[in-house]
């Protein structure tokens, strides 16, 4: 398949251990794609492999019409953010831990912003609360408003609600892909939920067994 300019990662022939193999995939640009299929299929590796925290045995990835295995690391995730199913948080208060990341960069964000990006992702806690005392459900936020607040233009999630109940999980989706649709992201999301990808994704991937075993484009 030839590149375009909606081309944001192209896929070909690649493998990873005896986990995924993936002939030919391609995720557009500044829309939502999304990944479902059971446990253990594949989706978490998919998405460490474009956020290039691994790397394929073989075959090929491009972002942006480049070479995956060319493009420096530390420029790929000033423009590639990735929240994992299991966040990590780091010692000290909520404020320390939505500001890491922009202080590794000489960056600053002021308190405003920073209880903005909280409510966006419904979690009502105090900038100098200690993280030590948040649930799963709460790290799980806070470390999705900690990517947000990054800004960077394409975002991978994995599962980023799997610790919330339902209702929550609604209301943090529906406002995560309301701001990534706003402000013309990328986002590729693993996802449980069928019905969650059906109502928000452009696109629709099913892996089994670390392979593409379907594929629905609705944008």
């Known amino acids: 398949m030839s590149q375009t300019s909606n081309v944001l990662f192209q896929l070909e022939n690649v493998r990873y251990r005896d986990v995924l193999t993936i002939e030919q995939f391609v995720i557009p640009a500044g829309q939502i794609t999304c990944?479902?299929?059971s446990s253990g299929g594949g989706k978490t590796t998919l998405l460490r492999l474009l956020a290039k925290l691994i790397s394929p045995d073989s075959g090929t990835i491009t972002f942006a019409n480049t070479l995956l295995s060319e493009r420096d690391s530390v420029t790929h995730r000033r423009e590639v953010a990735m929240l994992s199913q299991q966040p990590i948080l780091f010692p000290g208060t909520v404020a320390d831990n939505l500001r890491v990341?922009?202080?590794?960069?000489g960056k600053e964000a002021t308190d405003e912003a920073l209880?903005?990006?909280?409510?966006t992702v419904r979690l009502k806690q105090a900038l100098d609360a200690d993280v030590e005392h948040l649930s799963g459900g709460e790290a799980q936020r806070l470390a999705l408003a900690r990517i947000l607040l990054l800004d960077r233009p394409v975002?991978?999630?994995?599962?980023?609600?799997?610790?919330?109940?339902?209702?929550?999980?609604?209301l943090i989706i529906?406002?995560?892909v309301s701001t990534v649709?706003?402000?013309g992201k990328t986002l590729v999301?693993?996802?449980h939920s069928t019905d969650e990808a059906r109502r928000h994704a452009d696109v629709i991937v099913q892996l089994e067994n670390g392979r593409l075993k379907g594929r629905e484009d609705h944008a």
Do not use: C, F, N
């Not at 209880?115 to 409510?119: E, G, H, N, P, R």
């Open 174 to 176: 529906e406002t995560v």
């Open 155 to 170: 975002i991978l999630l994995d599962e980023p609600s799997s610790a919330l109940d339902e209702a929550t999980e609604k």
């Open 115 to 119: 209880y903005d990006v909280l409510k």
């Open 101 to 105: 990341g922009l202080k590794i960069e």
């Open 189 to 191: 999301m693993a996802t």
């Open 35 to 37: 990944l479902i299929g």
């Open 181 to 183: 649709r706003e402000q």
